[in-house]
């Protein structure tokens, strides 16, 4: 977005023709309201769950703020007459772009690195992931963001891609690239995703693509008042 109080970086490789990884945000009401997320199994019938999944994130979020409540209405929606029993990690978010707090639900995905000072992961309750189970209610988390912070979320085609001997990147080398970007004072959105991107590719080497590889940073720029 064309602002001074936020950057946004993402990016989307899918396995196969049909995806089933997504990542969306946009800005109601000097809030950023943001997701990623990763629909169980591949290819068309993945890719249409994730459609669906985005649709429904889109206009669910355009009049409920509270993370929590978005998810359970994705949820009851998604979890009735679910005859293919697909379903879908997700990490919702919203953040206020005045103030910096950061309010989350985090249904069943990865926990996302938060970049400070330091690194660390995200505290995440262990709730179900959406479509698995009608009326599940689902959890809301804070966490204060102050100028420069970064949260980098992802799919678990980053951690579990694998190289020619099915060796697994790992969450290790996650937070190994991020404190290197730390380090070298190269956390810009752009930056943390692109280094993350060259270090698995170097990883996996000529080995095949086997999941979708979604990497989603985002920096609050809004300086203390």
Same mark, same amino acid.
């Given at each position: 977005?064309?602002?001074?109080?936020i950057?946004?970086?993402?990016?989307?490789?899918?396995?196969?023709?049909?995806?089933? +990884?997504?990542?969306?945000?946009?800005?109601?009401?000097?809030?950023?309201?943001?997701?990623?997320?990763?629909?169980?199994?591949?290819?068309?019938?993945?890719s249409?769950?994730?459609?669906?999944?985005?649709?429904?994130?889109?206009?669910?979020s355009?009049h409920?703020?509270?993370?929590?409540?978005?998810?359970?209405?994705?949820?009851?929606?998604?979890?009735?007459?679910?005859?293919?029993?697909?379903?879908?990690?997700?990490?919702?978010?919203?953040?206020?772009?005045?103030?910096?707090?950061?309010?989350?639900?985090?249904?069943?995905?990865?926990?996302?690195?938060?970049?400070?000072?330091?690194?660390?992961?995200?505290?995440?309750?262990?709730?179900?992931?959406?479509?698995?189970?009608?009326?599940?209610?689902?959890?809301?988390?804070?966490?204060?963001?102050?100028?420069? +912070?970064?949260?980098?979320?992802?799919?678990?085609?980053?951690?579990?891609?694998? +190289?020619?001997?099915?060796?697994?990147?790992?969450?290790?080398?996650?937070?190994?690239?991020?404190?290197?970007?730390?380090?070298?004072?190269?956390?810009?959105?752009?930056?943390?995703?692109?280094?993350?991107? +060259?270090?698995?590719?170097?990883?996996?080497?000529?080995?095949?693509?086997?999941?979708?590889?979604?990497?989603?940073?985002?920096?609050?720029?809004?300086?203390?008042?």
């Amino acid at each position: 977005p064309e602002r001074d109080d936020i950057d946004i970086f993402g990016t989307l490789k899918p396995a196969k023709d049909g995806g089933g +990884d997504l990542f969306d945000f946009y800005i109601r009401d000097e809030k950023l309201i943001f997701c990623i997320g990763d629909v169980s199994g591949k290819g068309v019938p993945a890719s249409l769950v994730m459609a669906m999944t985005r649709s429904l994130f889109r206009n669910i979020s355009s009049h409920v703020t509270e993370p929590h409540l978005i998810v359970k209405a994705l949820n009851d929606t998604m979890a009735d007459d679910n005859d293919t029993n697909m379903f879908v990690t997700l990490f919702l978010g919203v953040l206020d772009l005045q103030t910096g707090l950061l309010r989350y639900c985090n249904a069943g995905h990865n926990s996302p690195l938060y970049i400070g000072t330091g690194i660390s992961l995200l505290p995440c309750d262990p709730n179900l992931p959406v479509g698995v189970m009608d009326g599940w209610v689902f959890t809301c988390q804070e966490k204060q963001l102050g100028p420069k +912070d970064t949260i980098f979320l992802y799919t678990d085609g980053l951690n579990e891609a694998e +190289d020619s001997m099915h060796a697994q990147f790992g969450d290790d080398r996650i937070i190994r690239v991020a404190a290197a970007c730390l380090a070298e004072n190269q956390v810009m959105p752009t930056t943390i995703v692109r280094k993350m991107t +060259d270090a698995v590719h170097r990883f996996v080497d000529e080995a095949e693509q086997s999941d979708d590889l979604t990497m989603l940073a985002i920096k609050f720029m809004r300086n203390a008042e």
